[in-house]
């Protein structure tokens, strides 16, 4: 299996806050309908993630673009994509087979290593699948609590009464959502294999999918999220899955994400990504708020760095790790990200990065920049 470092949306705040004004821009043409279009500046163009699939580079950004490299990242050509929707993320589990998502709950999905996409999702149908978790889950409790005896269990009859409360206020508010359309954000993904994944994003967005998205289930059941904070992204850490996010959300998965427990985090702000290397990980966020942790997340160790701008992407490989930055810095660590030093400064916002043979290749506000390693020199 092939796996990616992690990237995230660049300027966060903004990629959640474009998702919003989708409902005016659809009331003259459905943007999900309408398929890219070809340009010649799309690797100079906004694009807010990478994946290495092992045998090429594939990057995602904005208008729908898609990407790809099969010689390091030196030439690059677009493929053809369904949506001109906004791509924030994409993953590759193997070389063929890979998913992009984006805002308006847009998941894409390809077969033959990113030269074709096809639409599997969309926020239209990812509303209805919420609502109609929510519907069975009432019908269940509600069946539940006409079969307990309230005078012989009253603690057991004042927990359904509570729990069936809030799945009815919860069902009202998904009802709102679906009314508003296809508003809400995918921002991360990870897939165990060709058939098994998960994608996350804005408001608590959760799905998982076992058969390579043909279908796809709600998982908020899953995981504590009173106040729908946001995912904002997902990676493996060892043998455990971790999730970072919006007020400082951190969660782990022991069992291949069927079930998550909430971890103590070390920042109260926004996490932003999360990256993991061999027996560490990396998560980092606003205000160059970065921590380590050998343990999988059971503690934390704040790393020192000189940067206070918003920690936007990371990647590990050639025995060192990169951290990118919204004000367009790099940063590098030989020491399995114990401590780290700058690298370049390019005063152009980076949202993703991937270590690739002796390449380090950047993508943010203007497209896609491939540089060489360890010194990290823009190629010509």
Known sequence: MTTRPKGIPLLPWLAMLLPLTAPALQADTDLLEQPSTASPLAQH????????????????????????????????????????ITLTAVYFPTADVGWAVGHDGLVLHSSDGGNSWTRQLDGFAANRLVIERFETLIAETEAALADVDAEADADEAERLQQRLDDLEYRLEEARIAGE???????????????????????????????????????????????????YNAITEAGDSLLMAGEAGTLYRSDDTGRSWQALESPYEGSWFGLTGCDDSVLVYGLRGNLFRSGDRGDSWQQVPLENT?????????????????????????????????????????????????????LVGLDGVRSLTQPDAEATP
Do not use: M
Request: hydrophobic letters at 35%.
């Open 180 to 230: 508003e359309g296809a508003t809400k954000p995918f921002l991360d993904l990870w897939f165990a294999n060709e058939r098994e994944g998960f994608i996350v994003g804005a408001y608590g967005l959760f799905f998982r999918t076992e058969d390579g998205g043909r279908s796809w289930s709600p998982w908020f059941e899953h995981i504590d999220n009173e106040f729908g904070y946001h």
């Open 309 to 361: 701008a918003t920690l936007t992407g990371g990647a590990c490989g050639n025995e060192a790790l990169v951290l990118t930055t919204a004000a367009g810095q790099v940063f590098e660590s030989r020491d399995g990200g114990h401590s780290f030093s700058p690298l370049r400064d390019d005063h152009s916002p980076y949202s993703a990065a991937v270590l690739h043979d002796e390449r380090l290749i």
């Open 45 to 84: 163009a906004l694009l807010l993630d990478l994946a290495d699939t092992g045998s090429r580079l594939v990057a995602v950004g904005e208008r729908g673009h898609i990407l790809y490299s099969d010689d390091d990242g030196g030439q690059w050509q677009q493929a053809s994509t369904p949506s001109i």
